[in-house]
């Protein structure tokens, strides 16, 4: 059992912040400095070129997509890591478009983050074989699964709401209808149990930066089912995922497995970063992590629903539809949030009217919880957010 008080010892919190944004960026392991100095200095300054085999640099892909791969439900050798999240996304979704030659539709929902559906529209342009992105509300999913289908792609927890797709029931509708099932786990991995073998999901993607604590830049990551991954056609054929790289050869073979999803060099001092935050997550129940998260989010609504009659629960109010994250509707939310923040409570804003928060138990606990439920009850009962400071300006980063 994880003793999540002990976690949360791991990790460097600023001074007088309770960080409620580890589901958009994640806290720095305390270990991870000296980890990355040894990188720099140990591997990178002593080593040079030679790191790439003695200090393992090229295995770290491989190695570290295997321990992500415990905590998504995928067996040793079906994940990889390297590049971002929306190449990622571009990557499998090309690969599952070629599985399905006959078909033209490519199903998604309304609350994908834009970047999905903007690297699926991209595709489709280049493609130039009449494919069609549909895009539908999340509620209305699985009416939209029909014989048309060739891939559903979707991104199982809502970065807004937090509302949560069944993915194991949603991949055997994809399945029965004779479509690819494709999952962003961004906002699942690290937040919940994901079981991708049990759900037999086709390809999934995620990135290390959120919940996974792998720092800002960090890679994303790519799950093949062992169903398809010796066959899959990599769209992005780098030289990484050739079969035998340094052959040098000017013919394209693909390499055996996942390896084909490399692409290109890794990112080998974010790579230090993510063996530092992984040493952490190597040692967690994700049973227990997922208990936890429901309690924090169950006390959160709770709390806040109490003090803060303005807010509207934007997330599900069932915990087994939400992810680990919990959102409220307001429409001065942004400036709202700008007090909380000036406060110490850090959580976000999503235009249009979405304070969102999230809730990491590695280092997030009941007391945290009650301490920002105060905060944030201080602000809407006081107005602090109808301070001219905290209005939104016009140019928004
Ligand atoms: C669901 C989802 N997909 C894709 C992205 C884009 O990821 P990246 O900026 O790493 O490409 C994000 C976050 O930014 C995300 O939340
Ligand atoms: N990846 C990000 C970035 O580089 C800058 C700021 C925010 C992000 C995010 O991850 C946003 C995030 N996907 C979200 O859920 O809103």
């Given at each position: 059992m994880t003793d999540f008080s002990k976690t949360k010892d791991m990790f460097h919190l600023p001074e007088g912040m309770i960080y409620l944004d580890g589901n958009s960026l994640g806290p720095l392991p305390k270990t991870a400095a000296a980890r990355i100095a040894r990188t720099v200095t140990d591997e990178w300054g002593e080593m040079v070129i030679t790191g790439w085999n003695r200090a393992e640099w090229m295995a770290q892909p491989s190695t570290m997509g295997d321990r992500i791969g415990r905590l998504i439900g995928a067996a040793p050798g079906h994940v990889v890591v390297g590049d971002t999240l929306s190449i990622k996304v571009y990557q499998a979704l090309a690969s599952a478009i070629d599985l399905v030659p006959d078909r033209k539709v490519i199903l998604t929902d309304s609350g994908n983050f834009p970047s999905d559906i903007y690297m699926a529209e991209g595709l489709i342009k280049s493609l130039s074989r009449g494919h069609e992105l549909r895009v539908v509300a999340p509620e209305d999913v699985a009416a939209h699964?029909?014989?048309?289908?060739?891939v559903l792609m979707l991104?199982?927890?809502?970065?807004?709401?937090?509302r949560m797709h069944d993915m194991a029931d949603l991949t055997q509708r994809a399945h029965s209808a004779g479509a690819i099932a494709m999952w962003d786990l961004a906002h699942s991995a690290g937040a919940l149990e994901v079981d991708l073998a049990g759900c037999d999901a086709d390809f999934a993607v995620g990135c290390t930066?959120?919940?996974?604590?792998?720092?800002?830049?960090a890679p994303a990551f790519i799950y093949v089912s062992p169903r398809h991954a010796a066959t899959v056609r990599p769209a992005l054929s780098g030289w990484l995922g050739h079969?035998?790289?340094?052959?040098?050869?000017l013919d394209y073979r693909p390499g055996a497995g996942i390896e084909r999803m490399r692409v290109g060099t890794p990112p080998v001092l974010q790579l230090a970063a993510l063996d530092a935050a992984l040493t952490i997550w190597d040692e967690v129940d994700m049973s227990a992590l997922r208990q936890q998260s429901i309690a924090l989010t169950e006390q959160f609504i709770v709390g806040v629903e109490a003090a803060c009659p303005d807010l509207e629960l934007a997330s599900p109010r069932d915990p087994e539809q939400r992810g680990s994250q919990v959102s409220f509707r307001f429409a001065q939310g942004y400036a709202a949030m700008q007090a909380c923040i000036a406060r110490g409570v850090v959580g976000d804003f999503r235009a249009p009217d979405i304070m969102r928060f999230g809730f990491t138990p590695l280092f997030i606990d009941e007391g945290d919880v009650d301490a920002a439920v105060a905060i944030i009850a201080e602000v809407m009962q006081k107005r602090l957010w109808d301070e001219p400071a905290y209005q939104r300006k016009a140019r928004v980063t």
């Open positions: 699964i029909d014989d048309d289908l060739a991104t199982q927890v809502d970065y807004r709401t937090g930066y959120k919940y996974l604590n792998a720092g800002p830049g079969e035998a790289p340094f052959a040098f050869d």
